[in-house]
């Protein structure tokens, strides 16, 4: 069975996490995800060792990680391989994979030009 787990940065705001938290169900709903996860790197619970081995226990024999990150910097090239290496040698059992940031989606051009629509203030 397949586990998905959806990768933020984190806050330490706690709304901006659960705000990750109602994404990645939505995602499973949409998706059809019977097992899934919002992880995080820092600020937030829980961080991505933790997502693994709860979808392990729960058995997954597979994970999906899926960065909700809009561009490759720093820790999509840095840190989160290193994080997903480190899970790998302590799940070997697990395979784990990693899908591609949101960067160059064509969805995100749509949600950019219907976000410009719509008004939260006006400027000055």
Same mark, same amino acid.
């Given at each position: 069975?397949?586990?998905?787990?959806v990768?933020?940065?984190g806050?330490?705001?706690?709304?901006?996490?659960?705000?990750?938290?109602?994404?990645?169900?939505?995602?499973?709903? +949409?998706?059809?995800? @019977?097992?899934?996860? =919002?992880?995080? /790197?820092? *600020?937030?619970?829980?961080?991505?060792? !933790?997502? $693994?081995?709860?979808?392990?226990?729960d058995?997954?024999?597979?994970?999906?990680?899926?960065?909700?990150?809009?561009?490759?910097?720093?820790?999509?090239?840095?840190?989160?391989?290193?994080?997903?290496?480190?899970a790998?040698?302590? +799940?070997?059992?697990? @395979?784990?994979?990693? =899908?591609?940031? /949101?960067d *160059?989606?064509?969805?995100?051009?749509? !949600?950019? $030009?219907?976000?410009?629509?719509?008004?939260?203030?006006?400027?000055?």
């Amino acid at each position: 069975m397949t586990g998905y787990i959806v990768f933020a940065h984190g806050s330490s705001v706690e709304p901006a996490n659960e705000a990750v938290r109602v994404t990645a169900q939505r995602a499973a709903r +949409r998706a059809g995800w @019977e097992k899934f996860a =919002a992880a995080f /790197l820092g *600020g937030g619970a829980p961080d991505l060792f !933790a997502a $693994v081995e709860q979808l392990a226990a729960d058995g997954a024999s597979r994970i999906v990680v899926v960065p909700y990150f809009l561009t490759l910097g720093l820790h999509l090239e840095r840190d989160l391989p290193a994080l997903i290496d480190e899970a790998r040698r302590a +799940r070997p059992d697990v @395979e784990i994979d990693l =899908a591609p940031p /949101l960067d *160059g989606h064509p969805a995100l051009i749509e !949600a950019l $030009v219907d976000r410009s629509k719509q008004r939260l203030c006006r400027a000055r």
